[in-house]
């Protein structure tokens, strides 16, 4: 399969928890990148990390990259009702192409 | 950062006819663009690689007969889904890569397709 795996599938928390979704792939990358997408409507960028770097942050998300396990995770802290939403990772591989994960469904009850 | 248009955001066809989008990277010249097809709640899945200039690169079990690319300019490709059907009834995205410094990828908002 071309897709990359997200765990989990689905994640239920209430507000103002943490809420941490993990994305893994099989080849070496460019970068990673997470996408916000809410119901029937188009990705919002999130964050970019780069091959070379480990962990970055943007205002309550926090991405983490550990090339050596083929893996990343997004993590919102002090989550909101209005996080609720599926957060896709894409990672660029060397061959140019990017390739999306499985996904993540977040629901966050007020 | 690099802005990519699709055009329409949405479009509602009859069963049979073809019908055009349109993938524009604003402030970049993109030499290669890529055409992602998301059904309801599943992930996006790569379609094809639109080159400029040359033909485009599907990915396997994507029709390119009925999934035609043209890569005209260096800022726009086009998707027409000829014959259209129900089961063509998508999302479809495209992403544009800007070749300058890291070669990033851009996304479009992506076009719903509903064929009736």
């Known amino acids: 399969s071309q897709q990359g795996e997200e765990d989990p599938q689905a994640l239920s928390i209430q507000e103002g928890e943490n809420a941490t979704m993990n994305c893994s792939y099989k080849?070496?990358?460019?970068?990673l990148q997470w996408y916000r997408q809410n119901s029937g409507r188009g990705l919002v960028h999130l964050i970019l990390?780069?091959?070379?770097?480990r962990e970055k942050h943007s205002g309550r998300l926090r991405v983490t990259l550990d090339t050596s396990k083929k893996s990343s995770s997004l993590l919102i802290t002090a989550s909101r009702a209005a996080d609720t939403a599926s957060y896709f990772c894409?990672?660029?591989?060397?061959?140019?192409?990017?390739?999306f994960g499985d996904g993540t469904t977040l629901t966050v009850k007020p | 950062g690099a802005v990519v248009s699709q055009h329409p955001s949405w479009v509602i066809c009859k069963s049979g006819t073809s019908v055009k989008i349109e993938c524009r990277s604003l402030?970049?010249?993109?030499?290669?663009m890529f055409w992602y097809r998301q059904f309801p709640k599943q992930s996006l899945m790569l379609m094809a690689t639109?080159?400029?200039?040359?033909?485009?690169?599907?990915e396997q079990g994507v029709e390119k007969d009925k999934f035609l690319i043209n890569h005209a300019s260096l800022t726009l490709s086009t998707l027409t889904v000829t014959s259209a059907h129900p089961e063509d009834s998508s999302f479809y995205i495209c992403?544009?890569?800007?070749?300058?410094?890291?070669?990033?990828?851009?996304f479009g908002p992506g076009t719903r397709l509903t064929v009736t």
């Open positions: 894409a990672y660029l591989t060397n061959a140019g192409k990017s390739t």
């Open positions: 080849t070496s990358i460019n970068n």
């Open positions: 990390i780069r091959s070379n770097e």
């Open positions: 402030d970049f010249q993109a030499t290669t």
């Open positions: 639109s080159n400029e200039g040359s033909k485009a690169t599907y």
């Open positions: 992403s544009a890569r800007d070749p300058s410094g890291y070669s990033e990828q851009y």
